[in-house]
């Protein structure tokens, strides 16, 4: 059974950082690209970054480039981490921020997360 389980969302003021955390586990997810994405209230959900299976291809939306930096921590205990460093946060920032993988090069993500919240205040 696949899961993904976020965590480290939380109330920041703006301008500073946090470090959200996603856990995969249930499948070999080393050749999968692993992403993040948020949910902002009366918005669509929208792409924030994606890693490919090496780490060594990242892509951001424009709207958190050189602010946010994805990682991951491939096969640990079976369990595969991806991380989101977000820094420089902006209010407009605020929105439940979900993982998710997708099996192939390109197409929709087959596995999301329940999502985390993140509140920033001005």
């Known amino acids: 059974q696949v899961q993904l389980v976020e965590s480290g969302g939380g109330l920041v003021q703006a301008g500073g950082s946090l470090r959200l955390s996603c856990a995969a586990s249930?499948?070999?997810?080393?050749?999968?690209?692993m992403g993040w994405f948020r949910q902002a209230p009366g918005k669509e959900r929208e792409f924030v970054a994606a890693?490919?299976?090496?780490?060594?291809?990242?892509?951001?939306?424009d709207s958190v480039k050189g602010r946010f930096t994805i990682s991951r921590d491939n096969a640990k205990n079976t369990v595969y981490m991806v991380y989101l460093q977000m820094s420089s946060l902006k209010p407009e920032d605020t929105a439940v921020y979900y993982c998710?993988?997708?099996?192939?090069?390109?197409?929709?993500?087959?596995?999301w997360g329940q999502g985390t919240q993140v509140t920033v205040s001005s």
């Open positions: 998710a993988v997708r099996r192939k090069l390109v197409g929709d993500y087959d596995y």
């Open positions: 249930g499948r070999t997810f080393s050749s999968y690209t």
């Open positions: 890693i490919g299976s090496s780490g060594g291809r990242t892509s951001y939306a």
